[in-house]
């Protein structure tokens, strides 16, 4: 089946520092990605739609200049924490969309930030 | 998105088959019913969707009932690697604005047992 990689898997960070995660679909290409949040013990939650060469869509509730994301190519989305804080702390998620989808959406693995 | 009502938590013996079920009283005519699941710190895994038909694959058969207000998943014989979180979400397919932007309930927690 399809892959989507995010990296790193896990990363901790001082509070103050950005940090950055990649999406990137391996075998396909990915006209939209989404990212997603989740607390523990708690659901996704979508913070926003990457779109391939145009500005994200944020959710309601999600700061877009805190949580830059950038789709520069079809294979490859990036989202920024600016200026992460102890309660940025999470695990992200990101998601794609084949170009010519069968109609699944592909996961990735997942990357966990603490921010200290 | 039509939202959907799941019981929170379920438990299965190994080697039997895992019925979870899914409510979607409000699901309008052009949205499918996807089940994905997630163990834990992973990302959520695919496993089926489906629109009016009954849809059947290696890993599970998904059965939606005439008036598509709920739908059953069927993990035909469950192991102790099937226990995880299974979230069933109605969303629309291909096309449009709205594709992809799943909306993630609480799910159910399947746990398998011995």
């Known amino acids: 089946g399809a892959v989507v990689s995010q990296h790193p898997s896990w990363v901790i960070c001082k509070s103050g520092t950005s940090v950055k995660i990649e999406c990137r679909s391996l075998d396909f290409q990915a006209t939209t990605m989404f990212w997603y949040r989740q607390f523990p013990k708690q659901s996704l939650m979508l913070m926003a739609t990457s779109n391939e060469g145009s500005k994200a869509t944020y959710e309601q509730g999600v700061e877009k200049d805190k949580f830059l994301i950038n789709h520069a190519s079809l294979t490859l989305s990036t989202l920024t924490v600016t200026s992460a804080h102890p309660e940025d702390s999470s695990f992200y998620i990101c998601?794609?969309?084949?170009?010519?989808?069968?109609?699944?959406?592909?996961f990735g693995e997942g990357s966990r930030l603490t921010v200290l | 998105d039509a939202k959907t009502t799941q019981p929170p938590s379920m438990d299965c013996a190994e080697g039997r088959a895992a019925n979870l079920p899914c409510n979607h009283s409000t699901i309008s005519g052009n949205e499918y019913v996807y089940w994905y699941r997630q163990i834990h710190s992973q990302g959520p895994q695919y496993i089926i969707h489906?629109?009016?038909n009954n849809e059947t694959n290696e890993m599970a058969s998904l059965i939606i009932t005439e008036d598509r207000k709920s739908s059953t998943l069927i993990l035909p014989h469950a192991t102790l690697r099937d226990t995880a979180v299974y979230y069933c979400i109605v969303s629309f397919s291909s096309g449009g604005t709205s594709y992809g932007k799943l909306t993630f309930g609480q799910g159910t927690i399947l746990t398998v047992h011995p």
């Open positions: 489906g629109l009016k």
């Open positions: 998601s794609a969309r084949a170009y010519r989808g069968t109609g699944e959406l592909f």
